[in-house]
């Protein structure tokens, strides 16, 4: 907050460009926030991290060669992306994302 | 060799991982239900109230709705809502345990909202991304937002709203005094 404040000071009038300083930035925090390169990170089926193995894995603890959870994420062309394992049982209904209604087609898979 | 003890073995083996996928699906409905029955109760409209008969099985509701504006008004209205363990790729069946007249809702119960039609070529239909609280909602604006003559399950009420609005008007208040007292 108080960042900001000096910001709008700094970017007034040409008044304070004249005059001494009146701020001397003395500590500056970086904070850092992350989030996964996708447009929606929870599948929206069913509502787990598209990062984390889907709920039915879970139940299912179905772990791959090398003892991970085999569950990986599709990306639609319509950019929304889901589980595989969730959106493979919708398809079989209607081949529609349940997002945005538009046509389902696969544009990549993986994690 | 085709013997009793094999074919014994074998049925019990089928029904055995039956019963084991159907547990399965039925815990992946209670673990999206917990959510949902949280989030459907925070955010219930002051015309809806919900009743779990038994706590431990989310997946068998009855919802009330007391509208306070419109036809129907003064009524009470009961509503069984039930999941399959199918859900949430099937939609929530929903019956209508108050005998009423209304051109969406059938005297019989059953009850005409696009969301909760399994398979729907409009996108109106149900998806895996509504949750209960989108349902209740529905079910509720049918009171009012929703309530549509021009695509009816109960024909004749339709019907009589498009000849004599205040017939069909009375028509509702009788069912009401009759079967939705409070």
């Known amino acids: 907050m108080a ?29 850092a926030m992350w989030s996964w390169d996708v ?7 069913c509502r787990v991290q598209v990062m984390d193995a889907c709920l039915r894995c879970q139940a299912e603890s179905k772990k791959d060669f090398y003892g991970r959870q085999d569950c990986v994420v599709v990306w639609g062309e319509c950019n929304h992306s889901f589980h595989y394992c969730c959106m493979s049982l919708w398809v079989k209904q209607n081949n529609r994302c349940p997002l945005c209604q538009q046509e389902w087609s696969i544009q990549r898979m993986g994690k | 060799m085709i013997t009793l003890r094999g074919k014994l073995k074998k049925d ?6 039956k019963s084991k996928e159907y547990n399965k699906r039925a815990s992946v409905r209670d673990k999206l239900l917990v959510k949902e029955v949280q989030e459907m109760e925070q955010t219930l409209p002051s015309t809806c109230q ?13 919802l009330m709705i007391v509208p306070d504006e419109g036809y129907w008004a003064g009524g009470r209205f009961y509503f069984q809502i039930s999941m399959s363990e199918e859900y ?19 005297e019989e119960g059953a009850v005409c909202l696009s969301i909760l039609r ?6 109106m239909g149900w998806a895996p991304t509504r949750k209960l609280k989108d349902v209740i909602w529905g079910l509720n604006s049918l009171f009012t937002d929703l309530l549509n003559f021009d695509d009816p399950l109960n024909r004749d009420a339709a019907e009589l709203y498009l000849k004599d609005k205040d ?12 079967y939705a007292k409070r």
Not at chain 2, 88 to 106: D, E
Not at chain 2, 118 to 123: A, L
Not at chain 2, 167 to 178: C, G, I, L, T
Request: glycine share 4%; aromatic share 8%; net charge negative.
């Open chain 2, 167 to 178: 017939s069909f008007r009375s028509k509702v208040k009788d069912y009401v005094r009759q």
């Open chain 1, 39 to 45: 447009e929606c990170d929870t599948c929206a089926i």
């Open chain 2, 118 to 123: 399994q398979n729907s070529i409009d996108g």
């Open chain 2, 50 to 62: 919900v009743t779990f008969d038994d706590p431990h099985r989310l997946h068998e509701f009855i």
């Open chain 2, 12 to 17: 019990g083996d089928v029904s055995n991982s």
């Open chain 1, 3 to 31: 960042d900001s404040e000096q910001d709008n000071t700094d970017r007034g009038d040409g008044d304070n460009l004249k005059s001494d300083k009146l701020f001397t930035l003395k500590k500056w925090n970086a904070v």
């Open chain 2, 88 to 106: 949430n790729m099937a939609p929530p069946k929903v019956k209508c345990t108050t005998k009423l007249w209304h051109p969406n809702i059938s």
